[in-house]
């Protein structure tokens, strides 16, 4: 799997609503609550790469199912999500781009119409101390993927950082800039034949 595409579902993990209650103690079903309180929302992000670099870019999302991340220069990646795919658009060139089914992704717990992590089994670590919550998953058909952890502030409860472990121990975190809730999207946003069209692959 791509590294933009791994990037961007930390970024998509990171764009949720603060939650009322206190970081301590959250359970499963409240985070997943959590997740299904995210409608419509876009952000801008700063990413830190594993070999330290840094990334820029903004994240749209609309749940269920979509989802559009664009890299700003000089990367130029696009990663859309729509139609039960995601498709990875390489900014320096008009190739074809590369496809996945989303069923198959980190990316389909979060943009399912009802997210239930008691019940996925992807959860591998849940715990908390007096200054956050953290929420460890995995795919539990292959571990040797790699992992992803979200970490929560409280008061209010706030997602604060997105982090992606690799098959190799290298990780990625995402910070956020300030959201926007509620927003109303065109479909056409999102929509991976469109993109396709308009770059003439």
């Known amino acids: 799997m791509k590294q933009p ?51 820029t870019g903004k994240l749209y999302i609309s749940r269920p199912g979509q989802a559009r991340f664009e890299y700003a220069p000089p990367e130029q990646t696009l990663v859309l999500a729509s139609g039960g795919q995601v498709a990875i658009f390489d900014g320096k060139s008009n190739g074809t781009p590369e496809q996945y089914p989303l069923k198959r992704t980190p990316l389909n717990l979060v943009l399912a119409r009802n997210v239930d992590l008691a019940k996925a089994e992807t959860v591998v670590n849940l715990g908390s101390d007096a200054s956050m919550t953290w929420v460890e998953a995995q795919d539990p058909e292959h571990p040797e993927y790699g992992s992803i952890l979200l970490i929560f502030t409280p008061k209010p409860t706030t997602l604060r950082q997105w982090i992606i472990r690799d098959e190799f121990g290298s990780q990625t975190t995402v910070q956020l800039g300030e959201m926007k809730l509620g927003e109303s999207y065109s479909n056409f946003l999102f929509d991976i034949a469109t993109e396709v069209e308009r770059r003439g692959n």
């Open 5 to 55: 595409f791994r990037l961007a579902l930390a970024v998509l993990l990171s764009l949720l609503p603060p939650l009322s209650a206190t970081a301590q103690g959250l359970t499963l079903d409240e985070i997943s609550d959590y997740l299904n309180s995210l409608k419509n929302a876009e952000a801008s992000f700063s990413q830190i790469n594993a070999d330290g670099s840094r990334s």
